[in-house]
């Protein structure tokens, strides 16, 4: 029996220590909420689910500081960003390709690139600022039953290294405990989407491969053997490798199949040596387990939130390989939804701002998995990515958001995206990157948006100023201004078009780096307009607000 002062309290619980979840922990955390997360894995993994991160996470990450310290850890292969494809290793190479030479963004578009790290690697990073920030983080710890009711969650978890347990209770609960997503099937929330593609059976081994790898370097080998599409990749020490040999209904196999001695053999047989040594290395540290299943899938769950439960990540979509899709959406999700729950629990904002989450992120999941399914078909058929009726630029930059937490203008485009090459600073989109200059600094406009609202306005606004001192005042909410082309030169002289205002406009932005609102010139009563902007897309007609 457990009294009230037996059980810890929280403002948010995360369950699930993987880039989403800890990406949760530090951006709730840098907003002012601690939260506490727990991961039932005793470390992160030796084996790296992702290598590669996209422009639009690395300028979220860019704008809390910690871009440098991610570039850091860029790993050893980000020279090699190939991918190659061959019978077996040992074999004739049927074609290589640079797999980001279409995808970088040019300076235009973007202050940062895409960076090759070892998502475990990211984690490494993510989790010690998500603790510096006073996110309490419990690896090791498994979650066995919530009880939800309309005040809050209150769970039982239980330290696997002692076997104790507690009960913690929070405000509020996120679900990032990956693609199984046992915190929302457990609620009956389903699908919905090709469902269940292949499995695939994936391990990490050390073996010298100089032989058959000739001099060759590369960030992923496709083989047809054991199984067409046996997947080989490097690891981070010169030796290790990691293996994944895919199996579905139709081949007969269940991962119980997959022994070590069995693995080892088709080891063998995807490096075409059959007298190669190896050796096969635990999953985790601490661990026994080698050899790990993986469901490859593709779906959207039905619902993003039941009552004071979320999901993100893996928890509330799937996608298959092809874009690199999977994490850094998980990445956005945690993005959109921290700012959302900070505001709420600070009492900035009423309940049912967190409506936007599900609003926001469930229709980017739908258009990212078109687009994945189709570079998908695309790579299958020959034809690779160019099947994609989205380029990839524009899927990482351009997705529109439409919710009550965005001013949609009537103008609006009804399509799901929109070029980001041709920006036009509407509501709904990621605000606009352009180069400025502060005495001898030059950054970019992404940089001043690193977490509180930010007001930017032409020129000529001054007018704004009050209106936001004002604004802030009565909302209680952090709100800075910057005036372009005072406070900062814009140096290429684009700021007015881009965000589609004049030199008296201005334009609202998110914490998450997104147009909330504009008004593209000097209205009559700006502070009436501001506060009138920011009372309705922070839902503060809400009681709790």
């Known amino acids: 029996m457990h009294t009230p002062s037996d059980i810890q309290q929280t403002k948010v619980l995360i369950v699930g220590g993987g880039i989403t979840g800890l990406s949760t922990a530090l951006f709730l955390a840098r907003a002012g909420i ?59 190479e049927r074609f290589r390709v640079d797999i980001l030479s279409q995808v970088r963004p040019p300076a235009t578009l973007s202050p940062t690139d895409w960076t090759m790290i070892d998502q475990d690697e990211l984690e490494r990073v993510v989790r010690a600022h998500a603790e510096n920030y006073g996110a309490e983080i419990r690896f090791g710890t498994e979650l066995i039953s919530i009880d939800a009711t309309a005040n809050g969650v209150t769970a039982l978890v239980r330290d696997l290294a002692s076997r104790a347990e507690r009960r913690i209770h929070a405000d509020y609960l996120v679900a990032a405990d990956g693609n199984r997503a046992g915190i929302r099937t457990g609620l009956g929330i389903g699908e919905e989407g090709p469902g269940e593609l292949i499995n695939a059976a994936s391990f990490v081994f050390d073996a010298d491969l100089s032989g058959p790898l000739r001099d060759r370097r590369f960030l992923l080998g496709y083989f047809d053997q054991p199984t067409t599409g046996t997947a080989l990749v490097p690891g981070r020490e010169f030796g290790r490798w990691s293996l994944g040999i895919p199996f579905g209904p139709d081949s007969g196999e269940t991962a119980a199949d997959f022994t070590e001695q069995r693995c080892v053999e088709l080891t063998r047989r995807a490096i075409g040596d059959p007298n190669l ?50 994490a850094n959406t998980g ?153 372009i082309g005072t406070d900062f030169d814009d140096i290429d002289g684009k700021f007015h078009p881009a965000y589609g205002i004049t030199t008296t406009g201005a334009t609202l932005v998110r914490p998450d780096g997104f147009v909330a609102w504009r008004a593209t010139d000097l209205p009559e009563q700006p502070d009436h307009e501001l506060l009138r902007a920011l009372t309705r897309l922070l839902a503060r007609e809400d009681s709790h607000a």
């Open 34 to 92: 601690r939260p506490t997360l727990v991961e039932r894995h005793s470390s992160t993994a030796l084996q790296p689910q992702a290598r590669a991160f996209n422009p639009r996470s690395m300028e979220i990450y860019r704008a809390l500081g910690l871009e440098q310290a991610i570039r850091d850890r860029t790993s050893i292969l980000a020279d090699f960003p190939e991918m190659i494809g061959a019978d077996t290793l040992a074999g004739q």
């Open 277 to 326: 040594e190896l050796t096969l290395v635990p999953l985790m540290t601490g661990s026994d387990q080698k050899i790990a299943a993986t469901r490859i899938g593709a779906w959207v769950a039905d619902r993003y939130r039941v009552g004071r439960i979320f999901f993100v990540g893996d928890a509330a979509h799937v996608f298959p390989p092809t874009g690199s899709f999977g």
């Open 331 to 483: 990445i956005a999700d945690a993005d959109n939804l921290s700012w959302k729950l900070a505001a709420v629990l600070k009492g900035q904002a009423g309940q049912s701002l967190l409506d936007s989450y599900q609003d926001e992120r469930r229709p980017v999941a739908f258009v990212t998995l078109d687009q994945a399914m189709q570079r998908l078909r695309g790579r299958h058929s020959g034809t690779g990515d160019d099947a994609a009726t989205i380029d990839d630029l524009t899927m990482i930059l351009g997705y529109r958001y439409r919710s009550a937490a965005i001013h949609s203008e009537a103008s609006t485009p009804d399509g799901p995206v929109e070029d980001p090459r041709h920006p036009s600073g509407r509501p709904g989109l990621r605000a606009p990157h352009l180069w400025l200059r502060r005495h001898e600094t030059t950054l970019s406009t992404i940089d001043l948006f690193d977490g509180a609202f930010t007001l930017l306005i032409g020129a000529a606004g001054s007018e704004w100023l009050a209106a936001a001192e004002k604004a802030s005042a009565a909302t209680d909410l952090d709100l800075v201004t910057y005036r």
